[in-house]
T-cell receptor, first 116, second 112 residues
Framework: DTAVSQTPKYLVTQMGNDKSIKCEQNLGHDTMYWYKQDSKKFLKIMFSYNNKELIINETVPNRFSPKSPDKAHLNLHINSLELGDSAVYFC???????????????FGSGTRLTVV | GEDVEQSLFLSVREGDSSVINCTYTDSSSTYLYWYKQEPGAGLQLLTYIFSNMDMKQDQRLTVLLNKKDKHLSLRIADTQTGDSAIYFCAEASYNAGNMLTFGGGTRLMVKP
């Protein structure tokens, strides 16, 4: 009954490969997010998506693309992986417009991506 | 753009109070949050405060907000070894479409 679940938890892959990370939430939230946490623990927003609008952080390379088959899922697809993509990627969800009641975001437990 | 800053590290003795500080720049901030991250885990929401409040207390946690100075603090009373973690402050603002912008995190170490 995990609220926001990500798979896989760990992903080790070679440079140049294409990979996907999956995220699912069962909270009935309408907005989902991807954050990247680097080795210094700094968290940076990558994407925000609801069924109306995709907001992209302009610093994110276009090798990264979010894909949402439905409201409960937001997957992250990465093309041509590079060494600098190694990080922990967190998925999160919220109820747009109700930050006060929802108390912010609910985060998944993260996917540690290592590119070798 | 929006900027949220925190000191990197704090060390306290068990039983003492911990105060973690955060500053932000976006004057349109609506809500401010404190999250806790334990090693190898995701972010857990600890508490949050609306920008028209100046204080919120929740058991051992006290949040103080000085909106004029754009300064937020988290006080943990009677700090325990289980409180050792990284603490992130975050702000949501109208300017950023209510997306959360995080500080760099403060690593709290509690010594027995």
């Amino acid at each position: 009954d995990t609220a926001v679940s990500q798979t896989p938890k760990y992903l080790v892959t070679q440079m140049g490969n294409d990979k996907s990370i999956k995220c699912e939430q069962n909270l009935g939230h309408d907005t989902m997010y991807w954050y990247k946490q680097d080795s210094k623990k700094f968290l940076k927003i990558m994407f925000s998506y609801n069924n109306k609008e995709l907001i992209i952080n302009e610093t994110v390379p276009n090798r990264f693309s979010p894909k949402s088959p439905d409201k409960a899922h937001l997957n992250l697809h990465i093309n041509s992986l590079e060494l600098g993509d190694s990080a922990v990627y967190f998925c999160a969800s919220s109820l747009a417009g109700q930050l006060r009641d929802s108390g912010g975001y609910t985060f998944g437990s993260g996917t540690r991506l290592t590119v070798v | 753009g929006e900027d949220v800053e925190q000191s990197l590290f704090l060390s306290v003795r068990e039983g003492d109070s911990s105060v973690i500080n955060c500053t932000y720049t976006d004057s349109s901030s609506t809500y401010l949050y404190w999250y806790k991250q334990e090693p190898g885990a995701g972010l857990q929401l600890l508490t949050y405060i609306f920008s028209n409040m100046d204080m919120k207390q929740d058991q051992r946690l006290t949040v103080l907000l000085n909106k004029k100075d754009k300064h937020l603090s988290l006080r943990i009373a009677d700090t325990q070894t289980g409180d050792s973690a990284i603490y992130f402050c975050a702000e949501a603002s109208y300017n950023a479409g209510n997306m959360l912008t995080f500080g760099g995190g403060t690593r709290l170490m509690v010594k027995p």
